[in-house]
């Protein structure tokens, strides 16, 4: 298996991850009172930031890093742009996530946010960095 069809698996997976999350978590906290709500968002989160998904979410952005530092070494082909705009997509979600999911995490945690300004926002990004990891996903897998 080569760098780029790991970062795609990487992707994919964490992309799925977000995808359940806003099929699943997001509408079942949606119907709940905003405390409760709130209370649940702050503990999923607290439990998200563990071994498992650390590795995944930051081992697949080190992987597309290293999709970058191969390509800069190999010679130019078409393989080698699709899987580079993929390992861009997934990078571009990964940096959705570290400068807005992230941050609301922590102002809601801060009680420094109510549920209505948090879910909308977070939920818009969670939706572009699923997408983003979908499409790095594929392309990364394909390149």
Known sequence: MTLGEMAGVGSAIVGGFYVAFSLTVMPALRRRP??????????????????PFM?????????????FVQHLVSPPTEDLFTSTLGAACYLAGWLATMAINVPLNGRLARS?????????SWSRANLAR???????AVLLILG
């Open 55 to 67: 590795v995944l979410f930051f081992g697949t952005a080190l992987l597309c890093v290293g999709t």
């Open 34 to 51: 905003d405390r409760e709500a709130e209370a649940a968002m702050v503990s999923i989160n607290q439990q998200a930031v563990r071994l």
């Open 130 to 136: 699923a997408i983003l990891s979908a499409v790095g």
């Open 112 to 120: 420094d946010i109510g549920w209505a300004g948090f879910e909308q």
